[in-house]
């Protein structure tokens, strides 16, 4: 059999050029990471006051999706579901207003929702390996629907007591991720060049 020679498509074309210019930038990359990882560290030593920081931001988020919703309600008053509209953004924003006068509150609520969707998740990942446990890799589907079940539970089963740090510690977590990969992008990116 003879081998067909390896021909660039057009996608392929597209992607180095994209690389390319984005090599010009790669200082930019390395000091986006550096500062990620630093904010992570720094969220990871004051997991309580990141956590009510993240609070604070996810209520001011609903409080302005809640004043949006009303005002495309009030807009559209004469539409049959302005009732809906109005409920729905009455609800959103005094959520988002207990969020924000008592973020502590806040945090137990989204603790409790975040192992809650673990759960779910988890099970649901586990009902999808059950229904097609002969495919290839659904070991790996497993794994990831017990551990995520597990997480889920685990948090459940230490609420209220860990709503006061799990939060700041997820985003601890997520700064300390993407700072290690936006260094990492602009370290191969440094080498494109």
Same mark, same amino acid.
């Not at 207990?98 to 988890?122: K, Q």
């Not at 495919?135 to 017990?146: E, M, T, Y």
């Given at each position: ?16 050029q ?22 992570? *560290? ?6 309580? /006051?990141? $956590? #009510?920081?993240? =609070? &604070?931001?996810?209520? @001011?988020?609903? %409080? +302005? ?5 009303l005002?495309?309600?009030?807009? *559209? ?6 009732? /809906?509209? $109005? #409920?729905?953004? =009455? &609800?959103?924003?005094? @959520?988002?207003? %207990? +969020? ?25 990942? &586990? ?66 060049r």
């Amino acid at each position: 059999m003879t081998e067909q020679p390896h021909t660039s498509g057009p996608d392929e074309g597209r992607i180095s050029q994209a690389l390319q210019e984005m090599s010009q930038y790669w200082g930019w990359f390395i000091a986006g990471g550096i500062l990620l990882v630093a904010l992570g *560290m720094v969220a990871l030593a004051h997991v309580f /006051v990141a $956590t #009510l920081v993240s =609070v &604070l931001f996810i209520g @001011a988020l609903m %409080l +302005a999706g809640g004043i949006v919703q009303l005002a495309q309600a009030w807009r *559209m008053k004469h539409w049959k579901g302005f009732l /809906v509209w $109005t #409920l729905g953004g =009455v &609800l959103y924003a005094a @959520a988002g207003v %207990l +969020a924000i006068v008592n973020p502590v509150a806040g945090a137990s609520v989204l603790t409790l929702l975040f192992g809650a969707v673990l759960i779910g998740s988890g099970a649901f990942r &586990l009902w999808i390996w059950f229904n097609n446990r002969s495919q290839r890799g659904w070991q790996w589907i497993a794994f990831s629907g017990l551990i995520t079940l597990a997480t889920g539970l685990l948090i459940a089963a230490n609420w209220p007591g860990n709503s006061i740090w799990i939060l700041g510690l997820l985003l601890a977590l997520d700064l300390f991720i993407q700072g290690w990969t936006l260094l990492l992008a602009g370290l191969a990116l440094r080498t494109r060049r």
